[in-house]
């Protein structure tokens, strides 16, 4: 299973879920874009507690935390999706994505086009927050329309910040593809915690 952790902006907690799923599936993780530290990787690497996942190195790692296309040029590099290559492993696979799905890489190029590249099912992280509904009905028709011509697939929507029952049941009246988990706020996130939601979510992706 290849599983690629997008969301409706930054900041949803697209690291949270990865560390979740990594950790309810054993599966490996893989941040293929980082932008500015700390680095996702170690931030995820900290919260699973499994010794069978592997987290693979990045294929570009910028220094400072603004949008992919920004960070690179200032680093002097241009980032490449022919040079974002699949890790060699047989186990499933976390990849996280940066930022929302349309946050640029390049001048061509988004995020969701890297899950586009290795045919991975999108996992969609929204956030609750004024503003949200919008934001997630947004991200939900740009994947619906973009899947008419890329080769991912969509494996559902996983709330971060539940509940806030009328934020969630709008979206889900106008989301054709699953709810897969709710995460609530909580207050310190950490091995515990990610292995108490791993434990309920398992079935969900078995």
Not at 171 to 181: A, E
């Amino acid at each position: 299973m290849r599983l690629f952790i997008t969301a409706i902006g930054t900041d949803s907690g697209k690291s949270l879920i990865s560390a979740i799923i990594t950790e309810a599936l054993q599966a490996d993780y893989w941040k293929p874009v980082q932008s500015g530290l700390p680095r996702d990787t170690d931030t995820v690497r900290a919260w699973v507690a499994n010794t069978h996942s592997y987290f693979h190195k990045e294929a570009y790692c910028l220094t400072e935390p603004l949008s992919p296309h920004a960070s690179a040029a200032l680093d002097g590099v241009n980032i490449r999706l022919s040079e974002i290559h699949l890790p060699e492993t047989n186990n499933h696979l976390v990849i996280e994505g940066a930022g929302g799905i349309l946050v640029p890489l390049n001048e061509q190029d988004f995020v969701i086009d890297i899950a586009d590249k290795l045919e991975a099912e999108i996992v969609l992280v929204a956030n609750l927050y004024l503003g949200s509904i919008n934001h997630t009905l947004l991200s939900i028709n740009e994947l619906i329309h973009r899947t008419s011509y890329q080769k991912f697939s969509i494996k559902g929507i996983v709330f971060n910040h539940a509940p806030v029952p009328a934020s969630e049941s709008i979206i889900l009246k106008h989301c054709p593809f699953p709810l897969l988990f709710s995460v609530k706020k909580e207050e310190v996130i950490n091995k515990e915690v990610v292995s108490k939601y791993a434990s309920q979510i398992r079935n969900v992706f078995t």
